[in-house]
């Protein structure tokens, strides 16, 4: 599965937020500024050639419905900046998101928690 750029993210997105919807649904729910519809149609057309999204024609209406869904694509994308920015390594990423206070306190007792849970299941 092929890498998105920042718009194609942002179209998935909002795809993933509506569960299916026309090119001009996924351009109403942009910020502006806005790109050309015809531009916008273009990307969503990349994005099903890329396998991300499949389509249901209505008449002439296309209705895009993601193939892939959030959660993958967000497992993917961690696994693959884990692998070529922090040498593969999960704790490499931790210590980098608590040193840049990307992390919260909650979330690093939220951690600890499914780490021991972890290792308590590995016990057993």
Known sequence: ???LNSQE???MR?????GQGLVR???NEMEEPK???TTLAS?????ERKGYLTHKLYGNTHMYIPLVSQEEYSKKSINYMVKNFFEG?????LSFMVKEKNISKKEVEDLERMIDDFEKKGKK
């Open 14 to 18: 909002i795809l993933w937020k509506l």
């Open 43 to 47: 990307t969503i057309r990349l994005l």
């Open 1 to 3: 599965m092929k890498e």
């Open 89 to 93: 390594s999960v704790g490499n990423f």
């Open 25 to 27: 649904d996924v351009l």
């Open 9 to 11: 993210e942002t179209i």
């Open 35 to 37: 790109p050309p519809y």
